[in-house]
């Protein structure tokens, strides 16, 4: 008889730059490593050209105004300075609101490109269906570049929802916070979509390890890390629901009779703080230039 949930599952990506690996290094092993996590290289280039040229002019006040600051953002298909002769730069890698590993994309020669998270998240829509909500650092910008790529009518009628973390979301601008960051949202509860920067904090302990050696080692290296990450997750997996679950009675308790007094002095339903949402996004959507007053 429970309400159902506004999404099925909740989901956190972001690009690490640690897991290098020299373009030199190892090339006498030609091995491949099969692994659940790692989607191919060659089902990732699939989307190599599919959002080149969609890149227009942002407008102030737009919803992507506040990602130029982003090296996401301004990632680039081709090596810079800092990777020079390294092969992998990086990887990209999705995971679930309870930390366990999902995905992983080896980031080649290059910066964090749309085709990494678009490559992971038509696998997402794939196995695991509608109603996902995904969390990632740029997701303001990213919702229109996957609805302008190749998953873009697959992703619309699943219902991909995206989010912006909580802690790097407190620096896009206003407008965009109102649309994507999960405490202005009803939908997402106590998630903080930063479970990555959690994760890559131990991972990039394993990265010295193959930095030097061939690919085949480095996703070695990397799939045993994740298959240890995943079972400790699992074993500490009822007292993590468990101290959710005591943190969200404690927020309750805790601010739930001010909150009451708060609208009983200034006749305020439940609907209206909704409303304070929808007028406020209203006001910045119609407004061209910030006020001078308010620089």
């Known amino acids: 008889d429970e309400p159902q949930l506004p999404h099925s599952k909740l989901l956190a990506a972001d690009g690490n730059n640690s897991s290098k690996r020299f373009a030199r290094a190892g090339h006498q092993d030609a091995r491949v490593f099969e692994s659940d996590y ?68 080896d980031m080649v020669k290059s910066g964090e490109l749309a085709k990494y998270p678009i490559s992971c998240l038509r696998k997402l829509l794939q196995v695991y269906g509608s109603d996902l909500a995904l969390g990632y650092d740029i997701g303001c ?34 407008r965009c916070q109102l649309g994507f960051h ?23 302990l394993t990265a010295h390890l193959f930095r030097h050696s061939s690919t085949y080692h480095r996703h070695l ?5 994740w298959t240890r990450w995943d079972e400790d997750r699992r074993a500490s997996l009822a007292d993590w629901l468990y101290d959710k679950y005591r943190q969200a009675l404690e927020i309750v308790r805790s601010t739930a009779p001010e909150v009451e007094r708060i609208q009983s002095d200034h006749t305020i339903s439940d609907d209206d703080f909704l409303g304070f949402l929808e007028e406020e996004k209203s006001y910045l959507h119609r407004l061209q230039h910030e006020p001078e007053s308010e620089v």
């Not at 090296?71 to 366990?100: I, P, Y």
């Not at 910008?141 to 790097?168: N, P, W």
């Not at 202005?184 to 890559?200: H, M, P």
């Open 38 to 105: 790692i989607i191919p290289t060659e089902e990732v280039d699939e989307f190599e050209d599919d959002v080149h040229g969609h890149r227009r002019r942002t407008q102030v006040g737009s919803d992507t105004a506040c990602t130029q600051k982003w090296k996401t953002f301004q990632a680039k298909d081709h090596a810079s300075h800092w990777m020079d002769g390294l092969h992998e730069t990086g990887n990209f890698l999705c995971v679930c609101r309870h930390g366990f590993v999902l995905y992983s994309v």
């Open 141 to 174: 910008a990213h919702s229109g570049t996957v609805s302008r790529s190749q998953i873009g009518s697959l992703a619309q009628s699943q219902k991909l929802r995206f989010y912006v973390g909580a802690f790097h979301g407190y620096a896009h601008n206003r």
């Open 182 to 204: 999960p405490r202005f949202l009803t939908t997402a509860g106590l998630e903080d979509f930063e479970t990555n920067e959690r994760l890559f904090s131990k991972q990039n």
């Open 221 to 225: 290296t990397l799939d045993f890390f």
